[in-house]
């Protein structure tokens, strides 16, 4: 399993100083963060697509990624997410490309539809098109990776003649592609289809509701003849807060989420805590429920924390991953490696993916019917 974490680039007053970074801070703090992911050891670091205040996320995620792959030697570089809802696929297969080529294969990317209403109509779409320009623009994007002539005609851009998007992929191989949704069914159909990755960012639901999705993606991967269920390339979020002390991770924790954006003012930690994956509480507490998602996703692939958000300062975030790499994801590499079944699905990496290709094991979008087709039914 892959380990690592993701970050949306929110500029959040701490609620104990009142204090707000700058945009520059922010995205230094964001590149600091990204580089001690590496430092302790773990395997991913994810940055979000954003365009729209109070995010720094980049609006065009290659570009951050290009910049912490000159500056680290092995963290796999990913996206969350990408926009494939608002953004050109022939820009997405184009840019991704060649930071592919820069970083050697150290990234992927998840493409999502967003959760920011505003972006549709400032990208001359319509949200109410989302799951249709979700399905039409990742066909798009999946053929530009493969093939070297695309002639495209669609709902939502011109047509396209004899189009060949520079550069190729590195090796002839794509970047993995994870679907990332929450509430879609449609999009872990499409996921299924295609025999891609389904990263459910569970952050804000319960297990059930988690479950539920991850299976209907199990399923379908496996009605598409791209092997079993439990081969399917599940990946989950995450979210913590640690200290030695229980008390003290709460008691430190607590102003911060009581002010966060997206649920101050909502439930209360502790029944946030209990309702979510969200750990505030000591290693072995977030190792324990850690663990736990395996009873409701099965064996996944990859799980990725959320820690810099709400306010919390550059120092606190930097030491959360400190405890993270040094004393979390070690036990969590252990019981992982020894809990998991015979034939349970490594996780992607350009590697594996291109040895794949050479054996000619690249996965094939599943059934007779087009990606539309099968996503709508």
């Given at each position: 399993?892959?380990?690592?974490i993701?970050?949306?680039?929110?500029?959040?007053?701490?609620p104990?100083?009142?204090?707000?970074?700058?945009e520059?801070?922010?995205?230094k703090?964001t590149?600091?963060?990204?580089?001690?992911?590496?430092?302790?050891?773990?395997?991913?670091f994810a940055?979000?697509q954003?365009h729209?205040?109070?995010?720094?996320?980049?609006?065009n995620?290659p570009?951050?990624?290009?910049?912490?792959?000159a500056?680290?030697?092995?963290?796999?570089?990913?996206?969350?997410?990408?926009?494939i809802?608002?953004?050109?696929?022939?820009?997405?297969?184009?840019?991704?490309?060649?930071?592919?080529?820069?970083?050697d294969?150290?990234?992927?990317?998840?493409?999502g539809r967003?959760?920011?209403?505003?972006?549709?109509?400032?990208?001359?779409?319509?949200i109410?098109?989302?799951?249709?320009?979700?399905?039409?623009?990742?066909?798009?994007?999946?053929?530009?990776?493969?093939?070297e002539?695309?002639?495209?005609?669609?709902?939502?851009?011109?047509?396209?003649q004899?189009?060949?998007?520079?550069?190729?992929?590195?090796?002839?191989?794509?970047p993995?592609?994870?679907?990332?949704?929450?509430?879609?069914?449609?999009?872990?159909?499409?996921?299924?289809?295609?025999g891609?990755?389904?990263?459910?960012?569970?952050?804000?639901?319960?297990?059930?509701?988690t479950?539920?999705?991850?299976?209907?993606y199990?399923?379908?991967?496996?009605?598409?003849?791209?092997g079993?269920?439990?081969?399917?390339?599940v990946?989950?979020?995450?979210q913590?807060?640690?200290?030695p002390?229980?008390?003290?991770?709460?008691?430190e924790?607590r102003?911060?989420f009581?002010?966060?954006?997206v649920y101050?003012?909502?439930?209360?930690?502790?029944?946030?805590?209990?309702?979510?994956?969200?750990t505030?509480?000591?290693?072995?507490?977030?190792?324990?429920?850690t663990?736990s998602?395996?009873?409701?996703?099965?064996?996944?692939?990859?799980?990725l924390?959320?820690?810099?958000?709400?306010?919390?300062?550059?120092?606190?975030v930097?030491?959360?991953?400190?405890?993270?790499g040094?004393?979390?994801?070690?036990?969590?590499?252990?019981?992982v490696?020894?809990?998991?079944?015979?034939?349970?699905?490594?996780?992607?990496t350009?590697?594996?993916l291109?040895?794949?290709?050479?054996?000619?094991f690249?996965p094939v979008?599943?059934?007779?019917?087009?990606?539309r087709?099968a996503?709508?039914?």
């Amino acid at each position: 399993m892959q380990f690592g974490i993701f970050s949306i680039g929110d500029i959040t007053p701490d609620p104990t100083t009142g204090r707000v970074p700058t945009e520059h801070e922010r995205i230094k703090s964001t590149v600091a963060i990204a580089r001690k992911a590496e430092e302790v050891g773990l395997d991913v670091f994810a940055i979000g697509q954003h365009h729209n205040p109070p995010f720094v996320a980049p609006a065009n995620p290659p570009i951050f990624m290009a910049h912490i792959a000159a500056q680290t030697e092995r963290l796999l570089l990913s996206t969350a997410t990408t926009l494939i809802t608002t953004t050109d696929p022939v820009r997405i297969a184009e840019d991704y490309a060649y930071v592919q080529h820069l970083s050697d294969g150290r990234i992927d990317l998840t493409l999502g539809r967003g959760n920011t209403g505003p972006v549709y109509p400032w990208f001359g779409k319509d949200i109410r098109a989302g799951v249709p320009l979700a399905v039409e623009n990742y066909a798009l994007l999946h053929r530009l990776w493969r093939e070297e002539e695309v002639e495209w005609k669609g709902r939502f851009r011109t047509p396209l003649q004899n189009f060949t998007a520079t550069p190729r992929p590195l090796d002839g191989t794509p970047p993995f592609v994870w679907h990332g949704s929450i509430r879609s069914p449609e999009i872990a159909e499409q996921a299924a289809y295609y025999g891609d990755g389904f990263f459910h960012n569970n952050i804000f639901w319960n297990k059930e509701h988690t479950g539920r999705m991850v299976d209907l993606y199990r399923e379908r991967y496996a009605h598409y003849g791209h092997g079993s269920p439990e081969q399917a390339i599940v990946g989950l979020g995450g979210q913590v807060f640690m200290r030695p002390n229980s008390q003290d991770a709460v008691r430190e924790f607590r102003p911060y989420f009581d002010r966060a954006p997206v649920y101050g003012g909502g439930p209360s930690l502790e029944d946030f805590t209990e309702m979510t994956p969200l750990t505030v509480g000591t290693p072995d507490q977030v190792i324990e429920k850690t663990l736990s998602f395996r009873d409701y996703a099965g064996d996944y692939q990859r799980q990725l924390f959320l820690i810099d958000h709400a306010g919390l300062p550059l120092e606190t975030v930097l030491e959360q991953i400190e405890i993270l790499g040094e004393e979390v994801v070690p036990v969590l590499r252990r019981e992982v490696a020894s809990r998991a079944p015979e034939g349970t699905p490594a996780a992607p990496t350009h590697q594996l993916l291109r040895e794949r290709h050479r054996a000619g094991f690249d996965p094939v979008p599943g059934g007779s019917t087009s990606a539309r087709d099968a996503v709508a039914s």
